[in-house]
């Protein structure tokens, strides 16, 4: 058996001191490869007021930045290092969670393959997922994955570009095929965006946002 990586300790950017934050729904952002807690959080300003945004940064160092577990197509990847990665990042919530009514993840690239792997594990324990340009991982058969708890009926959001020149079509089709069986989708597709964010996409989440989390 593999021996599980010692992680830091988490690192995680607020919108709201913590006096601000009590009963409000939390949204949290989950950054893709190479990245950190920077990248996305430059976003919460443009999101529905209502959230108390918290972006986490990915444990593992990579080039300039950070990452949740090694690339899909690197020799280091494995269903355990996503498992892990999710388990540290569900520990870290399960620290905050309670002073919430709500906790809803948005995830890009990498950062989404997070987000659903996370719901996945805890299907009862999310309002909704956001999910731009990225993917669902592939889990096989794996014992932890609880997606017979995911009946159809938890909002989702999936944003991309069908010319997105990173995520690869093998990913693009699994991840359809587990959207449509286990989540409520609201899919949009954009051009010109390639694998990125553009203005009217982030308009767009805010709409599926205010109307699925806030509103509900």
Same mark, same amino acid.
Request: glycine letters at 8%; hydrophobic letters at 45%; zero cysteines.
């Given at each position: 058996?593999?021996?599980?990586?010692?992680?830091?300790?988490?690192?995680?950017?607020?919108?709201?001191?913590?006096?601000?934050?009590?009963?409000?729904?939390?949204?949290?952002?989950?950054?893709?490869?190479?990245?950190? /807690?920077?990248? @996305?959080?430059? +976003?919460?300003?443009?999101?529905?007021?209502?959230?108390? #945004?918290?972006? !986490?940064?990915?444990? &593992?160092?990579?080039?300039?930045?950070?990452?949740?577990?090694?690339?899909?197509?690197?020799?280091?990847?494995?269903?355990?290092?996503?498992?892990?990665?999710? /388990?540290?990042? @569900?520990?870290? +919530?399960?620290?905050?969670?309670?002073?919430?009514?709500? #906790?809803?993840? !948005?995830?890009?690239? &990498?950062?989404?393959?997070?987000?659903?792997?996370?719901?996945?594990?805890?299907?009862?324990?999310?309002?909704?997922?956001?999910?731009?340009?990225?993917?669902?991982?592939?889990?096989?058969?794996?014992?932890?994955?609880?997606?017979?708890?995911?009946?159809?009926?938890?909002?989702?959001?999936?944003?991309?570009?069908?010319?997105?020149?990173?995520?690869?079509?093998?990913?693009?089709?699994?991840?359809?095929?587990?959207?449509?069986?286990?989540?409520?989708?609201?899919?949009?597709?954009?051009?010109?965006?390639?694998?990125?964010?553009?203005?009217?996409?982030?308009?767009?989440?805010?709409?599926?946002?205010?109307?699925?989390?806030?509103?509900?």
């Amino acid at each position: 058996m593999t021996e599980a990586p010692t992680f830091p300790a988490p690192v995680v950017l607020w919108s709201h001191d913590e006096s601000e934050r009590a009963g409000k729904p939390l949204l949290v952002l989950l950054h893709g490869y190479g990245s950190n /807690e920077d990248d @996305l959080f430059s +976003l919460a300003g443009l999101l529905p007021e209502g959230f108390v #945004v918290a972006a !986490l940064r990915a444990p &593992m160092p990579m080039g300039p930045g950070f990452t949740w577990f090694p690339l899909t197509a690197s020799i280091d990847y494995s269903l355990e290092a996503v498992k892990q990665a999710a /388990e540290y990042a @569900l520990e870290w +919530l399960d620290t905050v969670k309670a002073n919430h009514s709500s #906790v809803t993840l !948005l995830g890009f690239s &990498m950062g989404m393959a997070m987000a659903t792997t996370m719901l996945r594990y805890r299907p009862a324990d999310f309002a909704a997922v956001v999910g731009l340009s990225g993917f669902v991982i592939d889990a096989g058969a794996d014992a932890a994955v609880r997606d017979d708890e995911l009946d159809g009926t938890l909002p989702m959001f999936w944003g991309r570009d069908q010319q997105d020149p990173v995520i690869t079509q093998d990913k693009i089709e699994y991840t359809m095929g587990w959207v449509r069986k286990h989540v409520d989708l609201t899919k949009v597709l954009y051009t010109g965006m390639w694998h990125g964010i553009n203005q009217q996409e982030i308009g767009h989440v805010g709409e599926f946002l205010t109307h699925k989390v806030l509103t509900d």
